[in-house]
C-alpha cells in the first residue's frame, strides 16, 4: 500500500475525495495496529522513505487546445493562478476537487475578504480625497501656516533652536489630510464594515458547506501526534471515546510545559517591548544629533527625519524578531508535547498570533497612546533616566507620526510577505532543479518525480497564510482612524496575494494531503476579536490622540462661535491651544515668551502651569467621547450582527425541506408499522 | 378519535410521551386533510365541544400509605409541591414525565437560578451588613450630623425655609449603607455572577437535554394558525419546505399591519414616559404642599413623604398599565396575524417584555440619572413650564431615593405577583365549583369532569412565568449597585415563587398538553441583554448617581491627603462639596449665605455660579470611571464566558463517544462491502 501511494500515477488521485479514502485507510491501518505502529508515518520517520505525497495531475503544458483535454491542474492554472485572471471570480469548485475543502475553504474566505474590501478601500479613498480637497481650506493649518511670529518652545535642550510655528506648516496640512471630520465617520464605517463582513461570511460559508456536502459531516477522533506517543507510552489510561488505552501526560507534567512555554512568550513580549522601549531612546538620542547635523536639509527636517528613521529600525527590529520567534514557538510548541496534530497546529497558530500581534502593533500602540503624554512642561521636563527629555509632538499634534508608523510598517510588510511567499519558494525549486540537474520540463518523468523536486507545503499548513490575512485585518480596522488608506493597501495586496498564492499551490508546491474542514478555525474568533479591540482603538485615537476634540471644544465654547454666530468658528483656535512659556526662567540669558502644545496656566496667572480649566474640560469631553463612540458603535454592531441570519433563507429553506421529508418518510414508515 | 381524547382515562395518558403521539396524529390529521380541516381545533372552535384535554392522574387523596400506589402526580404533590420541601430539590425527572419537556425545562431554570441567587443574596447581605456597622464611622454622615450652622438653601420656592444640614443627618446614614466602597465590589460581583449564572445554565441545558433525549431531536414543521388560514385563504402559495399549497401573507400586508403594531407599542411606551413625567410633575407640586403642611411630622419629613408617595402612585399607574396592556398586546398580536402559535407566542412575549421592562424601569431610570440633575442654580432655577421648579437630591444625594424606588417596587411586585398567580386560580376554581355545586373531593365522578373544573392553564402558557422571572432578573442586576438587598428578595421571592407554581401545576390547572423544547427560547438573549446593560447602568450609578467619585477626587486631590498623610482623606469634604449662594440676591430681606450642592463658584469669585475646575475634574474623573468600570467588567465577563466550556468535559466524551461507535460500525460496514 505504501509504495502505491507514492507511485501509483495521478489516475488514481484525480480527486480528492478518493485520496481522502486512502490517507483514512492508512490513518486507521496505523491506528488498529496498536502500539506496534506500523504505516507510511512510520516509514518514513524510519527514513526507509523520503516522503509520501499525492503527485499533482500531469504537468502543464501551453500547447493544449482542447478544452476537453485539459485536466484540473491546467484548468486551475489557466482560469486562476494566471495574473491575467485578476478580476475574476475563482473557480472554487475547482480548487476543492483538486486540493479538498480545507484549501477551499482558505481561498473562498480570502477572496471574500478581498471582494469585502472594495467598498472599504473606496470609502477610504474618497476620505482621503476629501481631506485633500478641504486641506487648503482648513482653519488651523491656514494659522498655523500664518504664524510667523509664534515661536514654539525648543523641543530639545541642546542643540534646539526656537522655532516659528510657521515652519511646521507642510506638516498641519498633511495632519489635516488624516484629521478631519471624516476620520469619526471613517472610523464608524469600518467598525461596521468589520461587523459586515464577518457576518456574511458565516452566510457564504453556510452556503459552501451545504454545497460541499459538509453539513453533517463532523471532525474524526484523532489519531496521537508520534512525539507524544513516543514520550508517554510508560503511562497509559483508557481514552474515553474510543475506548482504548493509549499513553497519557499526566496533569502536573502538562501543567509544568505549559508553564514553561507561557513564561517562553511572555519573555519574547518582553522582549518586543524592550526593542520598542529602545526605539524610544534611540529617538530621544538621535533627535539631538539630527537637530545639530550639518546638512541643512536634515538639521532642517530633523523631526521627520527621527521618524522615519525611528520606523525603518523599528520594522527591522520587527521583522528580524518575527524570524526568531518562529523557530522559538516551534520549539515550545514541540515542548509542551500536544496529544494530536490539531492541538500542535492550535497551540503554534495561537502564539505565532499573540506574538506577531504584539510585535507588529505594540510601536503603533505607544505612537497612539503614550508618545508626547508624558514629557511634563518647559521648565519642569520629565526625563528618562534623568537625561533624556521625553519626546513631543508637532504642533499639530501626534497623528502624523501615527500615521508614518502604520503606512511605513503596513507597506513594507507587504512587500516583503509577497517576496517571501512566491520568491523563496521559486529560489528553492530553481536552486533543488539546479541541484539534481534535471529540468522541470522533462516530460519523459513520471510526475510523482518531477513532484519531488517541488517544495512540500509548509508545516504549518495553511497557518502561514491565515496570520498574514488576520495580521493585515488588523491594520486595516485597528487604526484605521489615523490611517483611511490601509483598506487600500490591504486591497491592492490581496489581488495579488490571491493569484500569488494560487500560483504556488499550482505550481510550486507539492500537492498538500486533502482535508476537510467546515471553517476557518479559531481564525473566526481572532477575527471578531479584532473587530471589538478596532473599535476601543478608534475610540482613544480620535478622542486622545488626534485634535477632534479639542477643535470641538474650542468651538462651542471657547471660540467666537460660543457667543455669536459665525463661519469662522475656530478662528483663534491654534493660538488658544498653545500655552505660553516664561523663557527668562531657563536662564540662558533669552527673554519673552514660547509657546508649547498645552491647556496650562500662563506665566503671569495665579498658578502657573497648572491645568487650566480648558484642560479638564477637554479631558471630560474627550471622555465622553470615547463613551458615546463605543456605545453607539457597539450598540450599532449588535444589531447589524442580530439583523443578519447566519444562513440565507432559501438555504434554510432548503435544509428544512430535507429534514422535513426525512420526517415524513419517517412518519409513514410508523404508520405502515401500526 | 377525538371524543377518546376527551373521554378516555388517564391509563393512556399516563406518560407525557404517549399524549405527545396521539397529539401529534392529531395535528397531522389536521393537516394533511388540507383545506377541508376537520380534526379536535376544528370542532372545538365549532362549539361542537367545549374543552379538549389531557385529564390528570387520579385525584390526590391524602390517605395513600403505600407509596407503591401512588401515582405521578400524587408523587409531584407530595415531593415538590408542598412548602415542606422548599429546601429540596424539585424532582426534574417526574416533572418531565408528567408534564412535558417544556415545563419541566422551565422548572429545571426556575431552579437553577434560585439556587445561584444564593450566593448574590448572601453577598448582598454582607455588602448590607459592612455598611451598617461601619455607617456611625463614616466621615461624611459625622459632618453632616455635626453641622448645625450650615443652612441649606430653600428646596422651594414659597414654603421653604432653610434647612439646618443636620436635618438630613438621617438620610446621610441611610445613604451611606448604600453608597459606600462595597457598592462598586458589588456591582462588579453581580455582573460576574450573571455571566456565571448564565454560562452554566448553558451546562446544565446541555445536561438535561442529553438525560432527557433531546439532542438530536428538532422542531417539526408547524402548522398555521386557523385565524391564519381563514383570514388569508384566498391568496395561496407553495410552502418551500413542505411543498403543499398554503395561504399566504402579501408582503404589503404584513407590513402595513407590523407598522400599525409597533406604533401601538410605542404609543404605549410613551403612554409609559407621560405616566413618568406626570409624576415628577406631581412631585413638584405636592411638594410645595407637604411642606406647608399642619401636621408637623409631614412637614418635618416632607421630602420623604413626598418620595413615599411619589413612589406609591407610581407603582398603582405601573399595575393599571400592565393590566391595560395585556389586553391591548393580545389584540396588536392577533392584528398581525402571525402564521403559527410559535410566532403569535414570540410577538406577543416580545411586546409584553418591553412594555413591561419599560414600565417598570422607566421611573428608575428617571431617577437615577435625570433627578436633580438640570436644576440650574439658586436665583436661577431651571423650571417646568416656567412654573415648577426642578426637584433636587438630598444634601448626601439622590440614591437614597433610586433605594427607595427600587425596594418598593420590587416588594410590592412581588407580592401582588403572588397573589395574582395562586390566589387568583383558587378563587376561580372555587367560584366554578361553587357555580356547579359539585366539591372537587366527588371521587365518584370521573377523572375529566373533575378536571373540567379547573383552570385551563393561561393562553400564553409559560410567557407569563418567564416574563415574571426574566424582568426579576433585570431587578437583580440592573441597579444593584443602588440596593444590594435585591438578590435577597429575589431568592425568598423565588423560594416561594417555585411552590406555588408547583401548586398551581399540580392542583389548580387542567393538565397542559406536553411539548418539546431544547431550551428557554427567546428568553436566553434577553437575559444576556439584561446582562449587558447592566453593566453599563451599574458603571453609570456609580459614577453619576452616587458620590463616590467626588469623594474619591477629594480624597487624592483636594483633601488633606493631597498634601500630606492623615487617616482622615474626606475631613472638609461635606464643605467642600457645596457651594455658596448669597441670600440678599433673592431679595426677600434676607442676608448672610446659605449652601446648595454643586461645584460653582461663590458669590465674591471672578466667576460667580459658573462651574469651578473642581467641577471638571470631577466630571472627568466620572467618565473615566465609566470608561474604565465598562472595560474592565466587560473583559472579566467575555474571558469568563470563554473560559466555561458550554458542555461539560464528561458529556462532551460521552456525545463524541456515542458518534464514534456509529463512525466505526459504519466504517466496518463499509470494509466488509469491499
Redesign the interface.
Known sequence: LNSFIINNKDTFFSNATRSRIVYHVLQ?TKYENGISKVGICKLINNGAYEAAFPPHEERILRNYQNISNKNNRHLLYERWARWGMWYKHQPLDLIRRYFGEKIGLYFAWLGWYTGMLIPAAIVGLCVFFYGLFTMNGSQVSQEICAAAEVFMCPLCDKNCSLQRLNDSCIYAKVTYLFDNGGTVFFAIFMAIWATVFLEFWKRRRSILTYAWDLIEW?E??ETLRPQFEAKYYTVERVN????KPEPHQPFSDKITRLLISVSGIFFMISLVITAVFAVVVYRLVVMEQFASFKWSFIKQHWQFATSAAGVCINFVIIMMLNVAYEKIAYLLTNLEYPRTESEWENSFALKMFLFQFVNLNSSIFYIAFFLGRFVGHPGNYNKLFNRWRLEECHPSGCLIDLCLQMGVIMFLKQIWNNFMELGYPLIQNWWSRHKIKRGIQDASLPQWENDWNLQPMNIHGLMDEYLEMVLQFGFTTIFVAAFPLAPLLALLNNIIEIRLDAYKFVTQWRRPLPARATDIGIWYGILEGIGILAV?TNAFVIAITSDYIPRLVYEYKYGPCADRFTYICLKGYVNNSLSFFDLSELGIGKSGYCRYRDYRGPPWSSKPYEF??QY??I??AR??F??VF??LVFGIKSFIAFLIPDVPQ?LY??I??E??LV?EMM?EAELEHL
Open positions: 486507521r463532523e474524526e477522533e474515553p471515546i474510543t475506548g476601543i487650566t480649566l479638564w474640560h479631558l471630560a471622555l465622553a470615547i463613551i463605543e456605545h432559501d429553506d432548503r428544512r425541506r429534514k422535513y420526517q412518519y
